[in-house]
């Protein structure tokens, strides 16, 4: 047996019944920022289509309400470019996740960030804890840990992100006491 180019086999796969609806997902996925524009791009993400209706997370309840006003003229747009029609279209904030890279930006340089070198990647967490004396009870055992490798505020010998020492002289808690 012989190994077939990549194509060839993913193209065999890509007529099969089951797959299109992800073949048409990935249309409206293609064709979504040239449908709807850059901004609005920006402040929305595709999720599924489910019954004919499209899924799309927004960033906020604001964008939701107005693309949800939009959403015939969005839907008509992209209609015209997919081979079965949508029915409908639901913008939600529900599934609206920032990424990772983009909160960091915000908080990357405040004093206050405290990087924590013991997290594990997103992939290696542990299951939730069974009930919320338990949550608290890690949260708390967390926070325990974290404070023992930083350094001590010089007024109230509390543990104080490093970045509030080198910045204020002081935690943050006890420069704001002083303004």
Known sequence: MGFES?????????????????????????????????????????LSVERGVLKVAVSSSVWAQQLTFQ????????????????????????????????????????????????QPPAACLTPAPPDALAAFQRWAQGIQARGQSLPLCPQCDCPAPPGEIQ?????????????
């Not at 747009?77 to 930006?105: C, G, H, M, Y």
């Not at 910045?167 to 303004?179: D, H, I, N, P, S």
């Open 6 to 46: 990549l194509n060839r086999a993913l193209g065999s796969l890509g007529n099969q019944a089951e797959l299109q609806p992800l073949q048409e997902f990935q249309r409206i996925r293609s064709c979504w920022p040239e449908v709807v524009g850059q901004v609005v791009m920006a402040q929305t993400r595709p």
């Open 71 to 118: 959403r015939r003229l969005i839907l008509a747009k992209l209609n015209a470019r997919l081979a079965s029609p949508l029915a409908d279209i639901r913008f939600s904030t529900a599934q609206w996740v920032l990424a990772p890279e983009s909160d960091e930006s915000v908080a990357g340089d405040h004093p206050s960030r405290v990087p924590d070198p013991h």
């Open 167 to 179: 910045r204020w002289g002081v935690c943050a808690l006890c420069a704001a006491k002083q303004w």
